[in-house]
């Protein structure tokens, strides 16, 4: 008896630094949102790193865009891309942004896909309106 009660102190032992070793790690990562809206011009100086989206609700994001991966959605035309993805996120472009909120308040994205370019509308009415 007293082998099986060592064996059960010792799995309880060891439960319980695995917990107290992954609980901190756990309690710190951001847990990832999605998002989707307009970019927007912003509010004061434009900084190259971050970018304004602003949804359905009129509510503007702040987000951080240095680590992103910044790629079009299979839905954008070829016509309308840019060799480089980032020279497309400018105001009137639509994007879906997948970011961790920090302790903060501040969006840090992971990804950003272009689902529409700032100037695929544009160049859509205008070839529209040449056609009619």
């Known amino acids: 008896m007293c082998i099986e009660s ?21 309690l710190t990562a951001g847990t990832p949102g999605s998002f989707r809206g307009i970019i927007v011009q912003a509010p004061s100086a434009t900084h190259t790193n971050w970018i304004f989206v602003q949804g359905r609700n009129g509510m503007a994001r702040r987000v951080d865009i240095s680590h992103a991966r910044v790629v079009y959605d299979e839905s ?7 060799a480089k993805p980032q020279d497309a996120l400018i105001q009137g472009a639509e994007v879906r942004v997948t970011a961790e909120q920090g302790s903060d308040g501040e969006w840090r994205a992971s990804k950003v896909e272009i689902l529409k370019t700032a100037s695929g ?12």
Request: charged share 20%; no cysteine.
């Open 76 to 82: 954008v035309p070829a016509a309308n891309r840019q």
């Open 6 to 26: 060592s064996m059960r102190l010792l799995r309880q032992s060891l439960a319980f630094a695995l917990l107290a070793i992954a609980l901190p790690a756990v």
């Open 121 to 132: 509308g544009k160049q859509d009415a205008a070839s529209n309106d040449g056609k009619s």
